[in-house]
């Protein structure tokens, strides 16, 4: 079994920061890919940013030169620094990852997703 564990979201007034954070525990062989993706109410999922194991990173347009996406493979932890925050980030982010466990299987499990509200 593999569990993604969010945290770090928050109500932040328009221009702010928030960091978000996401740890996998469990039976875990190897992470590659992670990922933030995000919901806004009354909108399909979205694709934030993705983080490759060896840290190649890719960003949706709408973040570009606002969030960064690291990572760090030793804590099993991907993290989501947003900066110059605007109301139309607000959202449910949620943190993917791409797992191996332990017994080989192959797996791409979501964590429980934490909430962001930028006020205007």
């Known amino acids: 079994q593999v569990q993604l564990v969010e945290s770090g979201g928050g109500l932040v007034q328009a221009g702010g920061s928030l960091r978000l954070s996401c740890t996998a525990s469990?039976?875990?062989?190897?992470?590659?890919?992670m990922a933030w993706h995000r919901q806004a109410p009354g909108k399909q999922r979205e694709l934030v940013a993705t983080?490759?194991?060896?840290?190649?990173?890719d960003y949706e347009d709408a973040v570009k030169g606002r969030f960064t996406i690291s990572r760090d493979n030793a804590k099993n932890t991907v993290y989501l620094q947003m900066n110059s925050l605007k109301p139309e980030d607000t959202a449910v982010y949620y943190c993917?990852?791409?797992?191996?466990?332990?017994?080989?299987?192959?797996?791409?499990?979501w964590g429980q997703g934490t909430q962001v509200t930028v006020s205007s």
């Open positions: 469990g039976s875990i062989f190897r992470i590659n890919d």
């Open positions: 983080i490759t194991r060896s840290g190649s990173t």
């Open positions: 993917n990852a791409a797992v191996i466990a332990i017994s080989g299987f192959w797996g791409s499990y």
